[in-house]
């Protein structure tokens, strides 16, 4: 069988236990069609990058599948009749990560967490270090 990741994005109205029951839904399509999701991933509420059928936000789900092409093919169809789902995607690969997403990685820390740490304690405008020497004009 083929390896595909197969991302899907939600309505915002939609709630979140509603996009799990969604998630399971199409989870047990795969299965009945002789596949199976290797690792499934919630993203969350984000935002999009233009707007999508009177969407700002959505929902996204990450599916990573061990699936015959026709058990996608399916999966596809389904999507497109589905009118809580705005967008799909699925992309064939080589193999696939067992590891969290870079998307579930980025969400444990401070947007700006890695580069502030580093810089030391933030000064205003005219402050100066304690510890410089002024040498004043003789």
């Given at each position: 069988m083929?390896?595909?990741e197969h991302i899907f994005i939600a309505r915002q109205d939609v709630s979140t236990p509603q996009v799990e029951a969604l998630a399971d839904t199409f989870a047990a399509l795969i299965a009945e069609q002789g596949g199976k999701v290797e690792k499934r991933e919630y993203w969350g509420l984000r935002n999009l990058a233009y707007r999508m059928n009177k969407n700002r936000k959505g929902h996204?789900?990450?599916?990573?599948?061990d699936a015959p092409p026709a058990a996608v093919s399916e999966l596809e169809r389904n999507m497109r009749i589905n009118e809580d789902v705005i967008r799909y995607l699925?992309?064939?690969?080589?193999?696939?990560?067992?590891?969290?997403s870079a998307m579930l990685q980025s969400r444990g820390r401070d947007?700006?967490?890695?580069?502030?740490r580093d810089r030391g304690p933030r000064r205003g405008y005219g402050d100066r270090d304690p510890r410089e020497e002024?040498?004043?004009?003789?």
């Open positions: 083929a390896l595909y996204y789900m990450l599916f990573n599948l699925t992309v064939r690969v080589d193999e696939l990560e067992a590891v969290p947007e700006r967490g890695d580069r502030d002024v040498s004043e004009p003789s």
